[in-house]
């Protein structure tokens, strides 16, 4: 029995793989603010998703970046800012009696999209997802890329002058704020068309920097309501000086909301 989990700043979702190849129904629940409150719901989850079967290992994914051992998460998850410093690794541990592997929830979901979804077969994949927030990954050869402290492509500036990022000016979060609305609430064309845009030049970096085979987007800004990817790639070919001519596939995300969990079961199998 392994465990898989996918704890984001609003949901939890935790299920169970009894033999590393598929997994079980996801177990759900609001992601709590605090911390040791998120431990005591994240247990009932563990407990429903085994039943109380001995469970072998546990990976799965969260917000934010890590401490050198991947034992807490340091910085970067404003959703679940009570949690940043906390024991997270030894208090699943015990939860779970069993071997803890952690990762940046949108690494995790990317590693996902590499070996079941949309990235699947090609060499390096950069992961986006604009959602509440703004994160990403790069994939290579079906591993997540290393790097000190990972890698958060939602805080490439992109309006120097006002000094936005990526996540200021499209993360979900961002736009509620702005507009007083949720995005699913715009129905403005001209408005998603500008999302668009900007993404557009958050791929633009991301490709220049990582050099990837396919850009992989997923998020819920990405949905029927939201960013639609053939305007993001109209946009992308009019502002690509370095490769016009060689761009890499741009692909929406297939896994849904549980790239993450595919992405732990991934994870459990390189263990």
């Not at 703004?134 to 992109?158: A, C, F, H, M």
């Not at 064309?189 to 850009?215: C, Q």
């Not at 800004?221 to 960013?227: A, F, L, N, S």
């Amino acid at each position: 029995m392994y465990i898989l989990f996918d704890i984001g700043g609003s949901k939890m979702r935790v299920a169970s793989s009894s033999d590393g190849r598929k997994f079980n129904r996801p177990q759900i629940a609001k992601t709590p603010k605090n911390f040791r409150e998120g431990m005591r719901v994240f247990k009932e989850l563990v407990e429903l998703a085994s039943s109380g079967k001995k469970i072998k290992a546990t990976a799965g994914g969260i917000p934010g970046y890590f401490d050198k051992d991947k034992t807490k998460i340091l910085g970067c998850a404003p959703n679940i800012k009570h949690w940043v410093k906390k024991p997270l690794k030894s208090e699943i541990q015990k939860i779970t009696k069993s071997r803890v592997f952690l990762e940046n929830d949108s690494d995790l979901v990317g590693l996902g999209e590499a070996i079941y979804g949309a990235g699947k077969g090609y060499p390096i994949v950069a992961y986006l997802t604009v959602s509440t927030g703004v994160g990403g990954g790069r994939i290579i050869n079906g591993k997540i890329d290393s790097g000190r402290l990972g890698t958060e492509p939602g805080n490439q500036y992109i309006d120097f002058k006002n000094k936005k990022d990526l996540e200021d000016l499209i993360a979900g979060r961002s736009v509620t704020k702005k507009y007083h609305k949720k995005p699913y609430q715009i129905l403005d064309a001209r408005f998603w068309d500008k999302m668009a845009e900007i993404l557009a030049y958050g791929v633009n970096n991301t490709i220049v920097h990582w050099s990837p085979d396919v850009v992989v987007i997923g998020g819920s800004m990405m949905k029927k309501i939201g960013i639609k990817i053939p305007r993001v790639e109209i946009h992308l070919k009019k502002i690509m000086r370095a490769f016009p001519d060689n761009l890499p596939k741009i692909k929406k995300a297939t896994l849904g909301d549980f790239g993450g969990l595919y992405g732990a079961l991934a994870r459990i199998k390189q263990r």
